[in-house]
């Protein structure tokens, strides 16, 4: 019998069939993948057993033999001991480190019901090194990276799993992962389900999906399309089953370098951590930063893009020096930066997918001071369909769009104004196996068409695939440079690796 029987499950949103009956076993002990497209449903899934969504009328939900009650409220999902890490986290920036452990779990009380803070701070810093994590509890969470904040939302998850709980579900736990932290997160994944808990575990990585999970089910527009033992499967199947045809040239190799003249110049860079970074990047040509997390990568990307202002050195755009006193000057100027953490820092999740493509440029949509709505319609529906957003519905709020979705947007958004420079950091985050290969294409076209790319990426492939030239970041300077026969995955993890070594 397995320790979770879900039949025949349903989601329909206003009219839209998210979930179209789907079934799903999880056995104790067992990490069961859940994958497919951006917008197949598997966060719908499971929001429907953390009773986040009501599911429609007709399906169940078995625990350990138990049917529970549908729909399943927050409360009652976590009595059953079910805990959960969503694709948004669910963290609170303004709180710190401890307050967002405490939350849904709530603290550790007296007598007259006051919170024993010291007592409180203790356990989270030994919940946090229990799982390798090492932050202080007091720190307001927006001060840490993206790669720790989501590590604090699943410790949160961990700490209830391991007191007595019967499921973990993880949705993209390491989108914002580097490797070496992911590896570290596999390790707490093993070990949990070592102790009889049932993991349930979301990812477009499908090598996170080999070398992690026993079992994976794939769902196709709401339905369960294929469920089997991860060893009895090819990666060439399982994509397959994903996007429902081959991917013929899923990673058409990159096209020969450009000689275009020089875009972008950083001399002698620095900031907190980069330490004297110098290159430069030509029209039509794609160069990759790798590096630790730490390394300066994302620094790098910012102080470019004028989301940080440099400690010193000096960047050229086009022969001229430029000091850009923010992003603003810095998209007047032609340089975008597709951020890292897209949902927070380049959406606007209230408003809708039509505004969000179009914000960017509004000043074009207005005449005599009034939005012409109907333009920014067919703009958006045109971006939309280029750049393969579904479902195309501009007047759908951006967060109700599936997360890989939202950040096809926010790539969109920018690609379309034709920057001089485009910065991008970790453009494949989060989305699907044929969604990426989409991406790479238009990140191509956007060199092609005379922007000078810069790639930050913690995804080793991706670089080798995607660039002409990569820059190797190690101690805030430019190490190594990878370019022609040399750029293979396994060269560039040698150069960042140097300075784990020289570290350890
Ligand atoms: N709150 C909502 N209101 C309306 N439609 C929604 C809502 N949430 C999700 N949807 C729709 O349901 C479908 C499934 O979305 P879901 O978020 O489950 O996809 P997903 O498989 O998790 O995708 P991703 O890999 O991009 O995270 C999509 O078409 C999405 O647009
Ligand atoms: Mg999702």
Known sequence: MPLLAVRNLSKTFAGQRALAGVDLDVDAGEVHALVGENGSGKSTLIKCLSGYHQPDAGGSVQLSGEPLDLPLTPEAA???????????????????????????????????GRVKWRAERARARAVLLRFGHDVPPDVPLRNLAPADQTLVAIVRALQDAEQGGSM???????????????????????????????????????????????????????????????????????????????????????????????????????????????????????????????????????????????????????????????????????????????????????????????LPSLPDFFRAGRLRHR??????????????????????????????????????????????????????????VGSKAEIYRLVRAAAENGSAVLVVDSDLEELELLCHRVLVLRDGCVAAELEGAGLKRDRILEHVLISQEAAA
């Open 78 to 112: 976590r009595a059953a001991g079910m805990a959960f890490v969503h694709q948004d986290l669910g963290l609170v920036p303004s709180m710190t480190v401890m307050e967002n452990l405490a939350i849904g779990r709530g603290y550790a009380t007296g007598r007259g």
């Open 168 to 358: 973990l579900v993880l949705d993209e736990p390491t989108a914002a992962l580097p490797d070496r932290e992911a590896e570290r997160l596999f390790a707490a994944v093993r070990e949990i389900a070592a102790s009889g808990v049932g993991v349930i575990y979301i990812s477009h990585r499908l090598h996170e999906v080999f070398s992690l999970a026993d079992r994976v089910t794939v769902l196709r527009d709401g339905r369960r399309v294929l469920v089997d033992d991860v060893a009895n499967l090819t990666e060439r199947q399982l994509v397959r089953a994903i996007v429902g045809r081959d991917l013929e040239d899923r990673f058409v190799p990159a096209p020969a370098q450009t000689n275009g003249d020089v875009v972008l110049e950083a001399k002698d860079l620095r900031g907190r951590r980069l330490d004297g970074a110098t290159f430069a990047v030509r029209a039509g040509e794609i160069v990759g930063v790798a590096g630790l997390l730490g390394s300066g990568r994302s620094e790098l990307a910012r102080i470019v893009a004028g989301a940080q202002a440099p400690a010193g050195g000096e960047i050229r755009l086009g022969g001229e020096p430029v000091a850009f006193r923010g992003p603003r000057d810095a998209i007047d100027a032609g340089v975008v930066l597709v951020p890292e953490d897209r949902r927070t820092q380049g959406a606007f999740v209230g408003l809708t997918m039509a505004e969000n493509l179009t």
């Open 375 to 432: 333009d920014d319609r067919r703009v958006a529906e045109e971006l939309m369909e280029e750049f393969g957003i579904r479902p195309n519905i501009p007047g759908r709020r951006f967060a109700e769009f599936s997360g890989g979705n939202q950040q096809k947007a926010v790539i969109a958004k920018w690609l379309h104004r034709r920057p001089r420079v485009a910065v991008f950091d970790e453009p494949g985050q989060g989305v699907d």
